[in-house]
Nanobody
């Protein structure tokens, strides 16, 4: 599978944005999916993950209640709805696919990575 992330941009604090990650191939539903981010000068960190069926999700504490991960297996796409955005959400966001079951949050559990999409939140 190959992943293509899109939807990044410049948004004012308090605003909203939706990221998309489209997967190539016909095996998308066999992968759990995750979003990670890397802020300037910081290490990449876990944001959210969703199970193969979409029935389970997992979030970093810093984004709970503001960001929502979802997927549409018919469209081979995973989404990250971002609301109430804060300056500290500024980062390059990466989508990733995993063969692990459940909703993993560690980078090493992910097998395929997409290119990043830049999200910039202005104060």
């Amino acid at each position: 599978v190959q992943l293509q992330a899109s939807g990044g941009g410049l948004v004012q604090a308090g605003g909203a944005l939706i990221l998309s990650c489209e997967a190539s191939g016909r095996t998308f539903s066999r992968y759990g999916m995750g979003w990670f981010r890397q802020a300037p000068g910081k290490e990449r960190e876990f944001v959210a993950s969703i199970s193969r069926s979409g029935g389970s999700t997992n979030y970093a504490d810093s984004v709970k209640g503001r960001l929502t991960i979802s997927r549409d297996n018919a469209k081979n796409t995973v989404y990250l709805q971002m609301n109430s955005l804060k300056h500290e959400d500024t980062a390059v966001y990466y989508c990733a696919a995993t063969y692990y079951s459940g909703t993993p949050y560690r980078e090493y559990e992910y097998d395929v990575w997409g290119q990043g999409t830049l999200v910039t939140i202005s104060s």
